[in-house]
């Protein structure tokens, strides 16, 4: 299971949302957990603080392998390395 750490008003989660729904087709809905800041505020801060993340959108692995922002390639790797799907 990958952990995503949103926050509202965030351009490039919202950007990172679209993208896995639309263009990978929801292939992934059942293994990544959301975590959005505006509503898992306490959540949000400890996955920040475990993994030093400093950015959003961030993706956490099982793995603890971190990649934050959102670029579609880099997203589509991270997700086939740790999950599985082609």
Do not use: R, W
Request: aromatic share 6%; net charge negative; glycine share 4%.
């Amino acid at each position: 299971m990958i952990k995503m750490l949103t926050k509202p008003n965030c351009p490039h989660c919202q950007a990172l949302k679209l993208f896995l729904k639309h263009a990978m087709n929801d292939k992934y809905v059942n293994d990544i957990e959301v975590f959005d800041q505006g509503e898992q505020e306490d959540a949000v801060q400890t996955l920040l603080d475990t993994h030093n993340i400093q950015a959003f959108p961030s993706l956490i692995a099982t793995t603890g392998e971190v990649i934050s922002g959102f670029q579609p390639s880099a997203v589509m790797n991270f997700l086939e390395k740790h999950i599985g799907k082609k």
